[in-house]
């Protein structure tokens, strides 16, 4: 079992940067590709980032690559999404979420998928003002 929470949500003005966080439990987190999903008022849940167990490998949508990138410190047990360049687009609920277990190869790149994760955060909201 793996808990997720996430912090470092808040309010920020377009162009400005946030840096979200996403602290897990359990000793198994290195073996977990991670990814980040946010969800808009009336709108569906959508994949943000993804990183696989070992940080060699990154998935973007296209609304965000080039301007958020998601490391993660298999040490502190911690995965991070930093946003740089804000848009107003960006305000929604962003959730940390994590795939069960994988070996290698499997689970070297993250899906994209969150009907993949099985691991959900409670949520920090990222309010981007105009």
């Known amino acids: 079992q793996v808990q997720l929470v996430e912090s470092g949500g808040g309010l920020v003005q377009a162009g400005g940067s946030l840096r979200l966080s996403c602290a897990a439990s359990g000793r198994t987190f290195s073996s977990h590709p991670m990814g980040w999903f946010r969800q808009a008022p009336g709108k569906e849940r959508e994949f943000v980032a993804a990183i696989g167990w070992g940080g060699g490998s990154t998935s973007y949508a296209d609304s965000v690559k080039g301007r958020f990138t998601i490391p993660r410190d298999n040490v502190e047990n911690t995965v991070h999404l930093q946003m740089n360049s804000l848009r107003p687009e960006d305000t929604a609920v962003y959730y940390c979420?994590?795939?069960?277990?994988?070996?290698?190869?499997?689970?070297?790149?993250?899906?994209?998928?969150?009907?993949?994760?099985?691991?959900w955060g409670q949520g920090t909201q990222v309010t981007v003002s105009s």
């Open positions: 979420a994590a795939e069960s277990v994988k070996y290698y190869p499997s689970g070297w790149h993250a899906s994209t998928s969150e009907n993949e994760y099985v691991y």
